[in-house]
């Protein structure tokens, strides 16, 4: 570039407009190669700027070495066998040149993302599966070389102000939401017969067992489909609110960390994109209030509220007829209304006697039912024995009935 502006500088006073426009044109495409490349201080050779990876950390905004130079560290590259030779030092060589933390549990996972479990071969490599992660995913975002974790060989033993705090918040649980969060996670277990959160983070589970519990009534026991769209819908406001924590955190950075405005942007409209899904899967399905495809008329009333605790199973809800009927003051009630009846009715001998036959015909029916009420509650003890029996042999109650909690 240099030798083009030293050249044209000495010709220029002997060029016509046209040769000048010409030596213009050359000098500003000479120009456009340059200008949003680097130097690659490994290899000394000049690249554009999708060469080199983002850093926050440097002035130029890239690291100083190129790519191609940091996987030829980190893979162990062998430039006559084209062949790479990875190991667990290569990468970290390749992680210090890069100034970028080796996170022991990251590069263990990233190698078992490219190793395909029937073959066992792998496609890729673990060095560059994970140098993405840590360039894409917000967790890692600004973390140095001295942030490493080599796990049992971990030397720094240093963490970021942030990844701190965040931990403590995990460990700050208290009892009561341990209570609820067993709970809840037993009533969505017996609702739905299989555990959906399985492979969540523990830490996210309370809030995915409260959500979800909210969402339960008679319509998801009938509609298969709409049991699937509530659970993406907890599973999307879960994701939802990790963005958010995120968003808070770069927020605060961003007067020292302007270059953090495009990442802020983006989880902004991934969010934005996200409780779109959202809602539109509960318009579809009427989950949302004001899609709701239940008639509120009457919900209100006693009828309605005792219909919305049944839907919620809950027994004591029940209205038990049998103490109803049996209560004293309901018992005088019924017996002066019969004494009542019979003085206005004033029967003769005919009455009487039809009387009785109606009444004996009463006592035979009352007897049968009885009998067969009896025989079935014989049945349902000994059912509910020969299950105790099971339960305690298994395990899963003690002498006394209690559920022992895992």
């Known amino acids: 570039m240099v030798k083009v502006e030293k050249q044209i500088i000495e010709d220029v006073s002997k060029m016509n407009v046209t040769q000048c426009r010409s ?4 000098l500003a495409k000479e120009y456009d190669k340059i200008k949003d490349g680097f130097y690659c201080h490994d290899c000394g050779t000049f690249k554009p700027q999708d060469k080199f990876y983002k850093s926050i950390h440097t002035k130029s905004g890239v690291i100083p070495t190129c790519k191609e130079c940091l996987y030829r560290i980190g893979t162990g590259y062998d430039e006559k066998n084209k062949e790479t030779h990875e190991t667990r030092e290569t990468v970290i060589e390749a992680m210090k040149k890069a100034n970028l933390p080796f996170i022991e549990d990251l590069y263990n996972s990233s190698c078992d993302a490219i190793t395909n479990e029937t073959s066992g071969k792998k496609r890729g490599t673990g060095y560059s599966q994970m140098i993405v992660c840590l360039q894409s995913l917000p967790q890692f975002f600004g973390l140095t070389y001295e942030n ?10 240093t963490t970021t102000e942030i990844s701190e705090k965040f931990t403590e918040k995990k460990q700050e649980v208290s009892e009561d939401i341990e209570d609820m969060y067993i709970k809840n996670k037993r009533s969505v277990l017996r609702m739905l017969g299989y555990d959906p959160f399985t492979y969540e983070e523990e830490e996210d589970k309370p809030l995915l067992y409260s959500k979800l519990v909210n969402y339960f009534d008679d319509s998801l026991k009938d509609d298969g489909f709409k049991l699937e769209a509530v659970i993406e819908i907890v599973q999307t406001f879960k994701d939802v609110k990790h963005i958010n924590d995120t968003l808070a955190q770069y927020t605060k950075q961003l007067q020292t960390h302007p270059e953090m405005i495009a990442t802020v942007k983006s989880l902004t409209q991934t969010k934005k994109d996200m409780l779109a899904s959202a809602l539109a899967l509960a318009k579809d399905n009427g989950i949302s209030e004001n899609n709701n495809n239940r008639k509120s008329k009457g919900a209100g009333t006693l009828s309605g509220i005792i219909k919305e605790l049944q839907e919620m199973n809950l027994e004591s809800s029940e209205v038990n007829t049998f103490d109803y009927e049996t209560n004293l003051a309901i018992e005088d009630i019924m017996t002066r209304n019969h004494q009542n009846q019979l003085r206005q009715l004033n029967p003769d001998e005919n009455d009487w006697e039809k009387e009785v036959v109606h009444q004996k015909q009463i006592l035979f029916r009352l007897q049968k039912e009885r009998d067969n009420a009896v025989e079935f509650s014989r049945l349902l003890k000994k059912e509910n024995k020969d299950l105790k029996d099971f ?9 006394k009935g209690q559920v022992i909690e895992s």
């Open 23 to 26: 030596a213009y044109k050359k």
């Open 391 to 399: 339960l305690l042999e298994k395990g899963l109650i003690n002498s």
């Open 148 to 157: 490493s974790d080599f796990g049992d060989l971990d030397v720094n033993n």
